[in-house]
C-alpha cells in the first residue's frame, strides 16, 4: 500500500475541492478551459499533496522540486491546487483573467510566485524541464523535476527534440507526466492526429514509460515513485484520464477543452446558465462515486 | 581631413587594416565570460566550430551542451537552465536562431524575463556563397520588438569580445549578432565601449550617419570621401539597437538636421527602423535609410554581394549628399 485509507480519502476530498474551485473560477472569469483542469485534478493533488518537495511559505526554496506546466492552458487546475495548498489566498481564485490578475490566463512566471516558467504556447515544457534536470545532475543537486505536458502537445516538433535531448543527457531526475485524454480542439486526438503508441513512441527515444490510470492516487503516487527508482532515463508517466472527470455532462467531450461552464451549448449538457450549478451539485454529492474508481 | 578619433586603429584607411570576423571576438569573449562567472553556460545546435563556441567547449567541457540541430530546444533548454540560475549563451546561425525559434525566444525567454543570449552568427548578405537560405537580414527586426530584449550588433572582433564579456552579467535576455565574413578591425582597446551607448567615431555637423555592424566602417569611409566634398560627416557607431542611446542620437539630429542610417539588414525593422522611431517624435530631420531594400540575398563573395545590395561607402555617402540636400531645401530626388 502506498496510501493509507485515510491519505486516500483526505486527497480525494481535497481533488474535489479543486474541481470545485476550477469550477466557479471559469464561471467567474467566463472564458477559459474545463475538460483538462478538471481532468488532471487528481494527478495536481497527489503532486502537490503527496509527491513534491516544497514550501507554500517559501516558493523560490532552492531545494524544492520543480514543477513545469508545459500545457499552460489547463492553469485553472494548477492555480486551484496550489490555493488549497497554500501558495495564496482561495479567494484570489475569483480574479483568474481579469485585469492586474496574478492569475494570468496562462501561466506567467513573474506574477505569480511558485511558477517556474511561463507557458502557453505547447511543446516548450519539456525543454525547459530538461534544462532544469540538466542542471540539477551536472551540479549534483537533489531536487527532481516533474513536467505535466498535453497529449495534443505530443504534435509538436519542440516535444521530441527535448524528447532525444532528455535521453541523450539520461536526465533520470526528470519525470514528464502526460495528461493522455485523447482530446484536443479540433477533436479526438486520433482524429486530428494519430499519436498512439505513444509508449513504443517514448520508448524507442530511450525513456523508461508507465501507463497509469490518472484518477488512481494509489497509481499516481506509485507511479512517481518508481520514477524516482529510475537511473539513466527519464521517466514518462502517460496518465490516462477523462477529460471533464466529475462532472457528467463535460465528460469525454472535446467541446468543453476551450469552453467554461455555462458558455456553450454542448449536446448532452444542461442548458446555458444552468450548467455551473448542476457541476458545483455533482461535485458536492459525487464523492461515493469518485471514490469507488480506487476500490 | 576628417575628425576622426583617436582611440580607433591608425590604419583605418590603410590597405593593411586588419580583417577579422566578428565571431572570433565572440569565442573569445565567451571563454573570458566563462572564466569570470561559473554560472555562465553555452549550448550549440551542431555548428560548435563554425560559431566560435569550441573554446569554450574545450575549457569548460562540463559547462558546454551540444542539443543537436534543434534551435527550438537549443533557447528552450537554456530558459530552463537560465531558471536555475545559469548564465546561457545559445549559438547558431542567426537565420536558424533567432529565425526559427522566435516564439520560443519570445515566450520562454523574454516573457520570463531569464538571462538568455541569443548568438546569432553568419547574419548579413556577407555570409557569401551559401546564399539566401543562410543570409538573415530580418533578425533584427525579429528581436528588436520583443520587451525585455537587449539587441547589441558588434561592428568588429574586439567589440564582439567586450560585448559578449558584458552581457554576460547584466542579467537580460539578448541577441548578439555576429558575422561570418572577416570585417576591417576598426577599434582598439582604447575605444570606449558600454552597452547602451552609441558612440561618435567621427565628428561633424553636416549630417549624422548611424551605423552598426560592419557598416560603421564603410560610413568612415564614407565620411572621409564626403569631407572631400565639404560635408562634415558625424559618424556614429550604434551597436546597441535596443535600447537606443536616445540622448546621443536626438542631440545628434538636432546639431546635424540630417541623418543616414546604414545596417547589412533590411531597412524594414533594423536599425534604420529604429532611429526613424525615435527621431520622428523627438526630433523629426531628413532621414535616408542604406540596407536591403525589401529582397532575399544571394550567393556570391562577400564583397561582391555588399556590392551588389548597395551597402557601400559610395551608396553612403550617396544617401548623405541626398539628405544634406533636402536639409537645404534642395529638390534632391530620395534615391
Redesign the interface.
Known sequence: MVLTDDDLLRLQATANRIRQDVIEMLVAAGSGHSAGPLGMADVFTALYFRVLRHDPRRPDWPERDRLVLSNGHICPVLYATMAEAGYFPVEELATLRKLGSRLQGHPHRQKLPGLETSSGPLGSGLSQAAGMALVAQRDGLRWRTYCLMSDGEQEEGNTWEAVMFAAKYRLHSLCAIMDRNNIQIDGHTEDVMPLDSIRAKYEAFNWHVLEIDGHNFEQIVGACDEARAIYERPTLIVAHTIPGKGVDYMENRYEWHGSPPDAANVPGAPPKGKQAAVALAELRTLGGRIRSEHE | MIGLAPHLDPRLFADDLPQVPTRNGYGEGLVLAGEADPHVVALCADLTESTRTEAFKEKFP?RF?E??V?E??LV???????????IPFTTSYAMFSPGRNW??IR??AC???QPVKVVGSHAGVSVGPDGATHQALEDIALMRVLPNMVVVCPTDALEARRATVAIAQHGQPTYLRLSRAKVPQITTEQTPFTLGRAEAYCDGDDVAIVACGQMVYRALVAARDLAAAGIRARVINCHTVKPLDAATLVRAAEETGAVVTAEEHQVAGGLGSAVAELLVQRHPVPMQLVGVQDRFGESGEPDELLEAFGLTADAIAQAARAVVARKRGASAPAR
Open positions: 562540463d551542451v542539443v543537436g534543434a527550438q530546444n528552450t533548454v537554456a530558459a530552463g537552465m537560465a531558471a536555475c540560475g545559469k516564439e520560443q515566450t520562454t516573457y520570463n524575463d
